[in-house]
């Protein structure tokens, strides 16, 4: 999992950098946080972005029986109130070599591995996301920058499971894809 702490007020003290308003660090964890860790992520504003196409390949490749499969502890952070985001930072490597950076491939693992209803995988993906890395949030409301995709699907469960194309996205106002 990838930790991002995103909270001027409450200045992070984990990579040295405690006079910074925004700093990152990354943690590699595949253990569910024990006793109240998970509710010191929280409130230590520290936002969490699962890369589960990178996990779930990488974990138990040297076991050849009951490999063990999964994320970060997604359910158990959200409960505490931790935002937890997905991603992938893998794109055809030596760590995921069928990654595509496809924000709704991310969504459907998270889904799938970590038992998320559809609405909150796509918010894993969308807004969770762009809280999580200090973006504003975007959505169709005046004055909102214009970042968006269209799709002919009529549920975010169904563009998730069906790969729906995206006729078009948009990009800070921009169109960038018309499909």
């Known amino acids: 999992m990838e930790c991002v702490m995103n909270n001027p007020a409450k200045p992070s003290n984990w990579n040295n950098r405690s006079n910074s308003s925004f700093s990152r660090s990354r943690v590699i964890s ?44 997604v359910k158990v952070l959200r409960e505490a109130g931790a935002k937890v985001a997905a991603g992938s930072d893998n794109l055809q490597d030596p760590f995921n070599p ?38 504003e949030p975007a959505g169709p409301r005046v004055g909102a920058k214009a970042d968006l995709m269209v799709s002919p699907a009529t549920s975010v ?18 169109v960038v894809h018309r499909g």
């Open 30 to 73: 595949s253990s569910a946080p024990k006793g109240s860790s998970k509710r010191m992520v929280a409130d230590a504003g520290i936002g969490i972005i699962s890369l589960p196409h990178t996990n779930l390949f990488l974990q138990g490749r040297d076991m050849q029986t009951a490999m063990p499969r999964g994320l970060t502890a």
């Open 98 to 135: 069928i990654g595509r950076g496809d924000p709704l491939d991310a969504a459907g693992l998270m889904i799938l591995a970590a038992h998320l209803l559809p609405d909150d995988a796509f918010a894993s993906v969308t807004s969770v996301a762009r809280a999580v890395i200090g973006v």
């Open 157 to 174: 469960r169904e563009v998730i499971a069906t790969g729906a194309p995206r006729t078009l996205v948009v990009r800070g106002g921009r």
